[in-house]
């Protein structure tokens, strides 16, 4: 898969929850929408590292990729309450399969983690995003709408 069309996907995804949080009544759900928008938030930073738009800074690169480690580990206490609301963009899958969902939140963590502890330079950015959103993918794919 390309890097460009990686990057415009992911973009299309976090710019669309973006505009859905401004509807959202139920307080469980907008916390976890605000946490997945500072994800989104932080891998925005290192897209523009990659894309050039920004100069590559590896100390911003390696807080971005801390940031979505922390965020993402603690994604599975965010959604333990099952908690709905007309606008929101997880599906119930999340409950049914909760395992499942868990196990990749903690490989985003994970893949996270490693990333943030290897990256030396913008030669490791390209792999580090495609880790990254690969790992998102897996899991919107199947949890979020």
């Not at 992911?10 to 994800?39: P, Y």
């Not at 690169?61 to 965010?78: C, D, K, R, Y």
């Not at 290897?118 to 993918?137: D, F, H, I």
């Amino acid at each position: 898969m390309s890097v460009k069309y990686l990057i415009m996907g992911l973009s299309l995804v976090f710019a669309t929850a973006v505009h859905s949080h401004a509807n959202v009544e139920n307080e469980i759900v907008k916390v976890r929408m605000k946490a997945m928008s500072e994800i989104s938030d932080n891998m925005r930073v290192l897209g523009k590292m990659m894309k050039g738009i920004e100069d590559f800074d590896l100390e911003a690169a390696q807080s971005a990729i801390g940031n979505i480690a922390v965020l993402a580990a603690q994604t599975p206490e965010m959604f333990k309450i099952e908690a709905v609301d007309p606008h929101a963009e997880a599906k119930p899958e999340i409950w049914t399969n909760f395992d499942d969902f868990v196990e990749k939140a903690l490989t985003l963590e994970n893949v996270a983690l490693d990333i943030g502890s290897s990256l030396t330079g913008e030669e490791g950015l390209r792999n580090a995003m495609m880790s990254l959103g690969a790992t998102c993918k897996a899991c919107h794919s199947l949890y979020r709408n």
